[in-house]
């Protein structure tokens, strides 16, 4: 069964503690993404996979950090929590780095910071 | 600017009346991709289409690359199709970046 899981599901942490979230998929794909998600704003990337150790900024990257040592784990960082870092978080992944390959998404992390 | 817009913002249906939701592009494109979200749901994807028109049971999609637009119509709507669609852009830069839409939000009425 095909599928991007996301631990936890749902997380509260406090200004300044460290969070970590966890994507995987089992599909091989080589590309993962992840993305918050904020009512009117819509979907924005924060990073982007494209294999273990090749990873690039996307639109919004400030305050997080990632890591790729697997091709089927994707984690995302954020070092000392700040309140407008909640946000509900989804991870995605893709077939290939390059164009025409479809986004399979994970059931995303809904992630409070007092 | 925003590189993906979505209309309606919000659209209200009662079941069994058809919808077309739209998506444009402001850039070229190398494909889109429409997706479905219940409230407090994942992405759930509908199709996957680079251009031409795609079947999905009561969902049809229509991508036209050179005009920058894509369709989704539902016909025969059911409540169970309330949520939100969202399309996604896949920009022409050789590498993938999705762009998203901010959604059209549709509840169908008994």
């Known amino acids: 069964d095909m599928k991007v899981t996301q631990m936890p599901r749902y997380l509260i942490k406090r200004m300044g503690e460290n969070v970590l979230l966890e994507c995987g998929q089992d599909?091989?794909?080589?590309?993962m993404y992840w993305y918050r998600q904020d009512p009117g704003l819509g979907l924005q990337l924060i990073y982007i996979?494209?294999?273990?150790?090749?990873?690039s900024e996307g639109d919004i990257p400030k305050g997080y950090r990632v890591s790729r040592k697997k091709r089927e784990h994707f984690s995302l960082i954020l070092d000392s929590a700040k309140t407008n870092q909640t946000s509900v978080y989804f991870c995605a992944s893709s077939l290939s780095g390059h164009s025409y390959a479809e986004q399979f998404f994970g059931p995303g992390t809904r992630l409070t910071v007092l | 600017g925003q590189q993906v817009q979505q209309s309606p913002a919000s659209l209200v249906l009662q079941e069994g009346e058809n919808a077309e939701l739209q998506c444009n592009f402001s850039?070229?494109?190398?494909?889109m991709q429409w997706f479905y979200q219940r409230p407090g749901g994942s992405l759930v994807s509908l199709f996957y289409n680079p251009s031409g028109t795609k079947h999905s049971g009561r969902l049809t999609s229509t991508t036209v690359i050179k005009e920058r637009r894509s369709s989704l119509h539902i016909s025969s709507s059911q409540t169970t199709d309330s949520g939100t669609y969202l399309c996604a852009l896949e920009r022409n830069t050789g590498y993938q970046n999705f762009y998203f839409g901010k959604g059209t939000s549709l509840t169908v009425i008994p």
């Open positions: 996979s494209y294999d273990v150790d090749s990873n």
């Open positions: 850039t070229s494109l190398n494909s």
């Open positions: 599909m091989s794909h080589e590309t």
